[in-house]
Structures are given as structure tokens and as C-alpha cells.
């Protein structure tokens, strides 16, 4: 181009087709990021030779990649989401105190307002609180039935004696359903579990939303609601994993009739209400690197696990967090519930989810709040489950592009304590996850284009060996070799 052109600004390339934002292209206004940057962290990539070493190293397994390999890192949203400048104001606010520090009655306050329970016992992370329920509440013999598996909330549950019974609807363990709330309860398999004096040995009910395993998807209020009622009439407690709630509250807003004029904050708060406690992972909705907490309405779970908790993570103000952490889990809890931040949030996974089911690559659909999921058994028919098709899949990902994402397959889903067997999950899947006010419409770009990348070269792929399994959660540590064919 001639700087005449340059200067006449008007030039136009009839050859060329326009170029079109990305709302121009689906028929509306566009949208952005409630958010501007003030901080940026390089990233680099490592070229295919590089990447070659870097995974054998790793012996085929994502979660043993350093992360100075990786270039898009999409292998959990869990504490990689970015701060806002008023948490980074709020950790420099962090009263260090071994007992009665203010972080923690401002967590206290934030939580009571936001989810309306009466005690907040803080825990370091997540799994920390599932010790804490699982320690105070099962007895050897008792189930726990949930809607669908957490690897560490169902771990924790078997170390404490019980045994997970999965009553989620069937929907949910299909990947092409588009039933709108996949993350429901059947009411049927579970009261199936409660008659004939069954209730007895159900503490409780573990409720999550949205739910991780199935792909991100859903509960309705009208499902919370059902499983209460029938929970009251068998004297059965109600607990909840509330670590990606808020997403959960933005579906309801979409998609359940009586919900679109109510506030993500509103509507979290509703659903709470019909719970008797709740457990979190704030690493997710609510927008920090570590933290977590117990919540309940009960006297006697909040005596055991304030007592417990002193055990296994801290004194009960600050259980495992530094004061400047609860502070900002305390001020992320109001972020995560902001309309704006949320529809932004949902906003950019299902943009990526849309680029993906348009160009027919199979994924788990409808497209749920924190990830898209790749559905192995589709991408690699020819491998069998024995041979880890997600684990591969994975893999392969790393090696085409530097992008890291996590098997939730068979890998995942670890051996029954029982028998000893593989537990062979209908799905096998590989989780993209997004990480919250991290990365850009560009890099979501780059992620597809390399999943369809994949795809293209699927034919001669075949799947992994294990090597090494680790006795507990052998996903994160286990090791593997390629099969040659
Ligand atoms: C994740 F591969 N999730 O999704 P903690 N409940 C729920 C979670 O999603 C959750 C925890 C409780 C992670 C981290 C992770 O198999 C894995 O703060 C719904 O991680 O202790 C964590 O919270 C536990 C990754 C955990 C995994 C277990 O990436």
C-alpha cells in the first residue's frame, strides 16, 4: 500500500469482504468486557520440539506440565482467575491477627448477606470444608447421595466411611441432551434411596451448582425446591456446593420462567434459602486465588466443624486463609454476584462454545458456565476407554498448540473401592476451562482454531498407557506413555 493510500483513508479492496466485528456477525450490538486492564503477564510459547520434551517429561499428564510450557492455560479456572484493583486495595487492608482478625468478620458479613447463612467456619480451599462436613456428618456405612461425582468431595466422603450414590437426571450423563438444567436431581432415584427406612442413613444431601463433572450445567430453583420438600419429609439435611453458584443463578435468570427480572444476587440468595448449609471453593465464582469456607444454619454441625477446623486448618477466624485473603474472598463474593461481570463471564465461555458446535467439533452441549467440554469418545472413536481417549486428547492438544486443558474421563473418575476396577464414566471428556477476567475474544480464537487443528489430524492418534498410578485423586499425579502402533 502507497502512502497516497495510506493517507486517503477512504481506500477500499472491493476483493476483500468486510471485515465484521464479532456482534456484526451473529446480527447484534457487540459487547465487552466490564473491565479495563491494568496489569499484564507476557506469555510465551514454546516451539513444537519443546513441546515435544516438555510433555514426555510430563508423562503425558497436564496437571505435571511446568507452567513456563504452557501458552493458554485452560486447565481450571480454580485460583487463576485475575483480582480486581479493589481486592488488590483490600489485601493491603489484611489485619494478620491469629484471633478475631476484622478480614474475617467482614467474610462473615459478606456471606450472611449473599448466601443468608447463620455460621461461617473458613477453611484454606474447597476440599478443606469437605473434610470438615464429611469428618463431622458421616458415619462407616452411611451414602450420600449427589448429583453427579466431585472427585474430592466424593474422596472425602469414602475416607469418612461413606459411599457417594450419584442421583442426578439421565440427561446429564449424556453429552448431546439439551435439557436445560442437566444439573438436576432425580427425584425418583432419590427418594428411591430414602424409603424403607433408607433415610436413616443419609446425613445429608450434597447438592452442587453448577455441576463441575457434567460440563458446567445447571440446577433449576424449581429442582432445589422439589429436593427440599422431599428432603423435609424424611428428615433429611440439604448442603450445597456453592463454589460456582452464581453461574448457576445466571441460567435460572436465562432460562427459568419468573427469573429474568431477578438479579444474580437475588437469585443466589433464593436458592440458598432452601439449604441447610453450604460448602465453597472461592477459588471459582468468587474471584481469588485461595480461600474457602462452611456455612451453615444448624448449631450442631457449627460446633463440630469449628471444632474440627482447629484441627486440620486453623483457628476458627481464620482457618487456613491470611486475613488478607478472607479480605478478598470478602470482596470478591459481592463481585462475582454482579449482573454485568457475570454476563460477561457466561458471555465469553459460550462465545468460544458457539465458534465450536458451528464448526461441528463435539463438545458437551448446551455449553455450561465455566468451560467447554470436548467429548473424546467423539473425537477419537477408534480408542478405547481402556487407552484414555480424553487423556489423549489433552495431550495432543499441548503438543498442537502450547494450550492446556484437564482429562475428565476415565483417568478422573479413579477405581471403584470396592472391586478395585477402573470406574468407566459415560463421559470422557476434556475440559477447556476459562479462567475469570484473564484472557481475551483473541485468545478464545486461538483455543479454537487449535481444537479444530486437532480434530483435522485425529485419524492416527492412538491413546496412552498408564504407568504410574497414585493411590489417591491418581489423576493429578498419575503418569502415562504413548501406545505405539
Ligand atoms: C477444578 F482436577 N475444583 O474444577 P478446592 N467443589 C467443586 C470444585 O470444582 C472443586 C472443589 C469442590 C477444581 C480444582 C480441582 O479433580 C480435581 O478449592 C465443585 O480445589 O479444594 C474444585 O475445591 C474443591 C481440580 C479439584 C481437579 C479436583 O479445577
Not at 456405612?141 to 461425582?149: A, C, V
Not at 429474568?260 to 440468595?269: D, V
Request: charged fraction near 25%; aromatic fraction near 8%.
Amino acid at each position: 500500500m502507497s502512502a497516497e493510500q495510506l493517507d486517503g483513508a477512504q481506500v477500499v479492496d472491493e476483493a476483500r469482504p468486510m471485515h465484521r466485528t464479532m456482534g456484526q456477525q451473529s446480527g447484534r450490538r457487540s459487547w465487552a468486557e466490564p473491565w479495563k486492564i491494568k496489569m499484564v503477564e507476557p506469555l510465551r510459547m514454546i516451539d513444537r520440539a519443546g513441546r515435544d520434551v516438555a510433555l514426555r517429561d510430563a508423562g503425558y499428564n497436564t496437571f505435571l506440565l511446568r507452567s513456563d510450557d504452557v501458552y493458554i492455560d485452560l486447565l481450571t479456572d480454580s485460583g487463576t482467575n485475575a483480582m480486581s484493583d479493589r481486592q488488590w486495595a483490600g489485601m493491603m487492608l489484611g489485619d494478620e491477627a491469629y484471633a478475631g482478625s476484622r478480614n474475617f468478620y467482614h467474610l462473615e458479613a459478606a456471606v450472611r448477606k449473599h448466601y443468608g447463612y447463620r455460621h461461617v467456619v473458613p477453611t484454606h480451599q474447597g476440599r478443606g470444608a469437605e473434610h470438615l462436613i464429611s469428618q463431622a456428618l458421616i458415619k462407616p456405612g452411611d451414602i450420600i447421595p449427589g448429583n453427579m461425582y466431585f472427585t474430592t468431595t466424593r474422596l472425602h466422603q469414602e475416607l469418612a466411611g461413606g459411599a457417594f450414590v450419584d442421583v442426578i437426571i439421565d440427561e446429564a450423563h449424556d453429552p448431546a441432551s439439551l435439557h436445560p438444567f442437566k444439573g438436576n436431581i432425580d427425584l425418583a432415584k432419590l427418594e428411591a434411596l430414602f424409603v424403607d427406612g433408607g433415610a436413616a442413613k443419609v446425613p445429608y444431601v450434597c447438592l452442587a451448582a453448577t455441576v463441575n463433572m457434567a460440563g458446567g450445567q445447571p440446577v433449576s430453583m424449581a429442582n432445589v425446591r422439589d429436593v427440599r420438600a422431599l428432603c423435609n419429609r424424611y428428615g433429611v439435611r440439604l448442603y450445597l456446593d456453592v463454589t460456582r453458584l452464581a453461574e448457576n443463578a445466571w441460567f435460572i435468570q436465562e432460562r427459568e420462567e419468573g427469573y429474568a427480572g431477578k438479579s444474580i444476587a437475588e437469585i443466589t440468595l433464593e436458592f440458598c434459602s432452601h439449604t441447610d448449609g453450604a460448602w465453597v471453593s472461592s477459588k471459582k465464582d468468587h474471584l481469588v486465588n485461595i480461600g474457602g469456607w462452611l456455612a451453615m444454619n444448624h448449631d450442631d454441625l457449627f460446633q463440630k466443624a469449628s471444632n474440627l477446623v482447629v484441627v486440620y486448618e486453623g483457628l476458627h477466624t481464620y482457618g487456613g486463609m491470611a486475613g488478607r485473603d478472607m479480605e478478598a474472598v470478602a470482596i470478591g463474593i459481592e463481585e462475582a454476584l454482579d449482573d454485568a461481570h457475570m454476563n460477561a463471564r457466561i458471555g465469553q465461555v459460550r462465545y468460544l462454545g458457539e465458534l465450536l458446535s458451528d464448526w461441528h467439533l463435539p463438545i458437551v452441549l448446551p455449553v455450561g458456565g465455566h468451560a467447554i467440554f470436548l467429548d473424546a469418545r467423539r473425537f477419537y472413536p477408534h480408542v478405547a476407554q481402556s487407552c484414555f481417549p480424553a487423556q489423549t486428547l489433552a495431550a495432543q492438544l499441548y503438543l498442537d498448540s502450547g494450550i492446556r486443558a484437564m482429562e475428565r474421563g476415565v483417568v478422573s473418575a479413579g477405581r471403584d473401592p470396592q472391586t478395585g476396577d477402573h470406574r468407566y464414566p459415560k463421559l470422557e471428556l476434556v475440559r477447556l476451562t476459562i479462567p475469570r477476567r484473564v484472557y481475551t475474544q483473541a485468545h478464545m480464537d486461538v483455543v479454537a482454531e487449535a481444537v479444530k487443528a486437532v480434530y483435522d489430524q485425529r485419524e492416527g492418534v492412538r491413546g496412552l498407557r498408564m504407568v504410574y498410578e497414585p493411590e489417591y485423586l491418581r489423576f493429578f499425579q498419575a503418569r502415562f506413555e504413548p501406545i505405539e502402533g
